[in-house]
């Protein structure tokens, strides 16, 4: 799959997965930052979000079928949501297991899972993460599917501040 299918069926995803879809939302690429891609979206009962969004650079092992994932930062300011780490792996995690986060090899926080999803516990822990991915340079994301297997996924951290300081203009 080239790489603009590729993005174009992760922004639907995540579309569908945060915001309720209508024919008159209308989405807007504020730019791209490197490893990273901003947005707006504009929903047609008014609400404004940004979000930005990167894709792995590596998955492992390599031998699974590792879905489609990445990670997002969102703010919602009508819902006074800002900073909300998510991370999609596209396939089911092993149920009661946390995701265990790692920037420049130091160990971080876990999120929590829920179906193919993982999130931060609260706002606060998601005001950390982003303060914490803005010094970095590499993010990894240890996980365990619903099968059992261990996985892993290598994010490039460059470009995210000026990503995150786009979609924080653009949701101010």
């Not at 265990?100 to 998601?126: C, H, P, R």
């Amino acid at each position: 799959m080239n790489k603009f299918a590729g993005w174009l069926l992760i922004t639907i995803s995540f579309l569908i997965v945060t915001t309720n879809l209508s024919k008159a939302d209308s989405r807007q690429l504020l730019n791209s930052f490197r490893d990273w891609d901003a947005f707006v979206l504009k929903t047609d009962a008014g609400q404004t979000v940004c979000y930005m969004i990167s894709l792995p650079k590596a998955k492992t092992p390599s031998s699974l079928r590792h879905g489609n994932p990445f990670v997002t930062v969102t703010h919602k300011p009508s819902l006074e949501i800002r900073n909300e780490f998510n991370f999609i792996a596209g396939y089911g995690f092993q149920k009661g297991s946390a995701v265990k986060m790692v920037i420049d090899k130091t160990a971080k926080s876990n999120l929590f899972t829920e179906q193919d999803g993982a999130w931060a516990y609260d706002a606060k822990q998601d005001d950390t993460i982003v303060a914490s991915l803005k010094r970095g340079n590499s993010l990894i994301l240890n996980a365990r599917s619903g099968r059992g297997n261990a996985t892993s996924y290598r994010f490039s951290l460059s470009g995210f501040t000026a990503a995150h300081n786009a979609i924080t203009n653009a949701c101010r």
